[in-house]
Nanobody, 123 residues
Framework: QVQLVESGGGLVQAGGSLRLSCAGS????????MGWYRQAPGKQRELVAV???????NYADSVKGRFTISRDNAKNTVYLQMNSLKPEDTAVYYC?????????????????WGQGTQVTVSA
């Protein structure tokens, strides 16, 4: 069982910064990749950033150079530092953890999600 709770969202002006936090509980392992996704009104959910157990990161092209993802395995927490925010960054941001589950048919991946935190960037 896994639970994820996001925090740190809010209203900022363009060019400002925010740091999102995602506190996890349950059977989260240091080997489980964790990431951030976002969904703007009328749009599909999209990947923002992911960090693996080895520390490798991957970012959406739209946030490269502005956002930084990190994790604290001891606290089961993942962070998203967002700098140089733009109005187009406005969305609900969701925390994610992907776990591998062993089944008879083989190992499958399952995603757990937080409730989301609103980020609004004014022009």
């Amino acid at each position: 069982q896994v639970q994820l709770v996001e925090s740190g969202g809010g209203l900022v002006q363009a060019g400002g910064s925010l740091r999102l936090s995602c506190a996890g509980s349950g059977s989260i392992l240091s080997t489980n990749p964790m990431g951030w996704y976002r969904q703007a009104p009328g749009k599909q959910r999209e990947l923002v950033a992911v960090v693996t157990s080895g520390g490798s990161t991957n970012y959406a092209d739209s946030v490269k150079g502005r956002f930084t993802i990190s994790r604290d395995n001891a606290k089961n927490t993942v962070y998203l530092q967002m700098n140089s925010l733009k109005p187009e960054d406005t969305a609900v941001y969701y925390c994610n953890v992907r776990k591998k589950i062993a089944r008879v048919i083989g190992v499958v991946e399952y995603d757990y999600w937080g409730q989301g935190t609103q980020v609004t960037v004014s022009a």
